[in-house]
């Protein structure tokens, strides 16, 4: 299990951590989601010990991480912008981990040339950003890791083989209980893979809960009212409403049973619940209609 009580970390002045408090279950896959500068890198770069907080705790495995090898030994990462030697090949760096990995597997590695198809023996830097992505998935995953921490993993690859690394890391998740840690701005691809969700703004985590009851807490419906009522109640508790034709939609913090209830008191012509996607879901809990995209007239 991940633990993060209270969490803050400023930068001359400025807290880019301000209190963040998280949960991430073992043997979960945990999507941490927030705008730009929400905090999410600086606390990524606290549970892989290269920042030292400078309030509050964080434990992995009921271990401090900071300056702890033991356990930093259990944890990989990649990073948005992966780090490799500049004049290394794929074989220096994997000679490199496994300096560093004690349960770096060759076996798997040798089965993952197969799935990356890359020339071990090309130096790193003259591939492609996609193929460089490929190359930390192979490495990073033949470290058999029990904690892995991704940031803005599958950037850059194509579809097949953003299937096929979460392919990878899933079968890790299900076989060897792997606790997985990702960060993304991808809410489309998160929702296919976590069971855990974090939404972060201002150095703080706002709320984290599970997917399921992350979508049971917040509904969207589309209601036909009678003729002449053009206008939605105004006793409804609607976090934001629009309307096309004579359909309004409206988002309400409740399940869907709840809000249809509360809906149904008007006896409207048509009532229809429809489950907010995960991307909805991020940006009505930061702020509705003034966080979704504004129109501008140029």
Same mark, same amino acid.
């Given at each position: 299990m991940i633990e993060v009580n209270n969490l803050v970390k400023t930068f001359d002045g400025f807290a880019a951590l301000d209190g963040a408090t998280l949960s991430v279950p073992s043997g979960s896959?945990?999507?941490?989601?927030?705008?730009? &500068?929400?905090? +999410?890198?600086?606390?990524?770069?606290?549970?892989?010990?290269?920042?030292?907080?400078?309030?509050?705790?964080?434990?992995? &495995?009921?271990?401090?991480?900071?300056?702890?090898?033991?356990?930093?030994? #259990?944890?990989?990462?990649?990073?948005?912008?992966?780090?490799?030697?500049?004049?290394? #090949?794929?074989?220096?760096? $994997?000679?490199?981990?496994?300096?560093?990995?004690?349960?770096?597997? $060759?076996?798997?590695?040798?089965?993952?040339?197969? *799935?990356?198809?890359?020339?071990?023996? +090309?130096?790193?830097?003259?591939?492609? +950003?996609?193929?460089?992505?490929q190359v930390a998935f192979w490495l990073t995953m033949c470290c058999m890791p029990d904690y892995l921490i991704l940031d803005e993993p599958v950037d850059g690859l194509d579809p097949v083989m953003r299937r096929q690394v979460w392919s990878l890391v899933m079968g890790d998740v299900a076989e060897r209980g792997t606790t997985v840690l990702v960060s993304s701005h991808n809410l489309r691809e998160l929702e296919d893979v976590c069971d855990h969700v974090g939404i972060m703004d201002h150095g703080k985590v706002l709320l984290e809960r599970s997917l399921e009851?992350?979508?049971?807490?917040?509904?969207?419906?589309?209601?036909?009212?009678?003729?002449?009522?053009?206008? *939605?109640?105004?006793?409804?508790?609607?976090?934001?409403?629009? +309307?096309?034709?004579?359909?309004?939609?409206?988002?309400?913090?409740?399940?869907?049973?709840?809000? #249809?209830?509360?809906?149904?008191?008007?006896?409207?012509?048509? *009532?229809?619940?429809?489950?907010l996607t995960l991307e909805e879901i991020f940006i009505y809990e930061l702020g509705g209609a003034n966080y979704a995209v504004k129109d501008i007239v140029l």
């Open positions: 896959v945990y999507g941490l989601v927030g705008p730009n &500068g929400a905090g +999410k890198s600086t606390l990524i770069r606290h549970l892989t010990g290269i920042y030292k907080q400078d309030a509050g705790s964080i434990s992995i &495995g009921g271990q401090s991480v900071w300056e702890n090898p033991a356990l930093k030994a #259990t944890i990989a990462a990649i990073p948005d912008d992966w780090y490799y030697f500049l004049q290394s #090949t794929v074989v220096d760096m $994997m000679r490199f981990y496994r300096g560093f990995y004690p349960q770096f597997s $060759m076996e798997r590695y040798e089965k993952l040339k197969e *799935v990356f198809s890359i020339d071990e023996k +090309k130096t790193i830097r003259h591939l492609s +950003k996609g193929m460089q992505k009851q992350l979508q049971d807490n917040m509904v969207k419906l589309q209601v036909v009212f009678q003729d002449g009522m053009n206008e *939605v109640p105004a006793d409804l508790p609607v976090l934001h409403a629009s +309307k096309i034709g004579r359909i309004h939609t409206l988002i309400m913090r409740m399940n869907a049973e709840e809000a #249809t209830a509360k809906v149904q008191q008007y006896a409207p012509l048509l *009532v229809d619940a429809i489950p």
